[in-house]
């Protein structure tokens, strides 16, 4: 039987490069994971006062569910203003409490950060990485991916080209690796 490994993706836009990086790389899973799209986009700014067992948001139940139920997480994500986006910020801080029950931990993890831009995301990468060392969460460390010049990369259907396939393997079969060792 297939585990799932969630799949985040930090920008929200219909047409989000990250979105489509995060797909090609979906695709690369052997059939022993099965990853899943999980939305972030519909879950309430995180909120203490709104976080209490009578009032709390059906969307962070289901969305700590969704997570307390896959084997990793996949983060494929553009970079704000030199950091992560708030909704993938956002969904962190949701899943990590209630406090002692965090949804994150020990889910090994991988980080993919993806720019238009030559920098490629690398202070968001950084940052992210920064919250799950205190979420408890394994998380590759190489091969390190940064997707720059990203619209170089796909296609009009969404697809990256043949010699981009080869890294975002390389990035799937270490996680894959690191998925293997928990
Ligand atoms: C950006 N963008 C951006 N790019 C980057 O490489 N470093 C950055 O710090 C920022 N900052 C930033 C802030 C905000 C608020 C926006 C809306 C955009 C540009 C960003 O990389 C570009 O819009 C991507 O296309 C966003 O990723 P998706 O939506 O295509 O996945």
Redesign the pocket.
């Given at each position: 039987m297939s585990e799932k490994i969630a799949v985040l993706v930090g920008?929200l836009?219909k047409?989000?490069?990250?979105?489509q990086i995060a797909k090609n790389l979906a695709k690369l899973f052997p059939s022993q994971y099965e990853p899943e799209f999980i939305e972030i986009g519909n879950l309430p700014l995180y909120n203490e006062d709104i976080d209490t067992p009578e009032s709390v948001p059906a969307e962070y139940t289901e969305f700590r569910n969704k997570i307390k139920n896959v084997k990793g997480v996949l983060f494929v994500t553009?970079?704000?203003?030199?950091s992560v986006p708030a909704a993938l910020k956002n969904a962190l801080d949701v899943g990590s409490r209630p406090y002692g029950q965090s949804a994150w931990d020990m889910k090994p993890a991988a980080i993919v950060s993806?720019?238009?831009?030559a920098?490629s995301?690398f202070?968001a990468n950084h940052h992210l990485r920064q919250s799950l060392v205190f979420l408890n969460m394994p998380v590759l460390q190489q091969p390190e991916a940064y997707i720059g010049n990203v619209t170089n990369i796909l296609d009009e259907n969404g697809n990256v080209a043949e010699g981009t396939v080869g890294f975002l393997q390389s990035i799937v079969d270490a996680y894959v690796d690191l998925l293997n060792r928990y």
């Amino acid at each position: 039987m297939s585990e799932k490994i969630a799949v985040l993706v930090g920008s929200l836009r219909k047409g989000s490069y990250s979105k489509q990086i995060a797909k090609n790389l979906a695709k690369l899973f052997p059939s022993q994971y099965e990853p899943e799209f999980i939305e972030i986009g519909n879950l309430p700014l995180y909120n203490e006062d709104i976080d209490t067992p009578e009032s709390v948001p059906a969307e962070y139940t289901e969305f700590r569910n969704k997570i307390k139920n896959v084997k990793g997480v996949l983060f494929v994500t553009p970079e704000y203003n030199r950091s992560v986006p708030a909704a993938l910020k956002n969904a962190l801080d949701v899943g990590s409490r209630p406090y002692g029950q965090s949804a994150w931990d020990m889910k090994p993890a991988a980080i993919v950060s993806v720019s238009p831009g030559a920098i490629s995301g690398f202070g968001a990468n950084h940052h992210l990485r920064q919250s799950l060392v205190f979420l408890n969460m394994p998380v590759l460390q190489q091969p390190e991916a940064y997707i720059g010049n990203v619209t170089n990369i796909l296609d009009e259907n969404g697809n990256v080209a043949e010699g981009t396939v080869g890294f975002l393997q390389s990035i799937v079969d270490a996680y894959v690796d690191l998925l293997n060792r928990y």
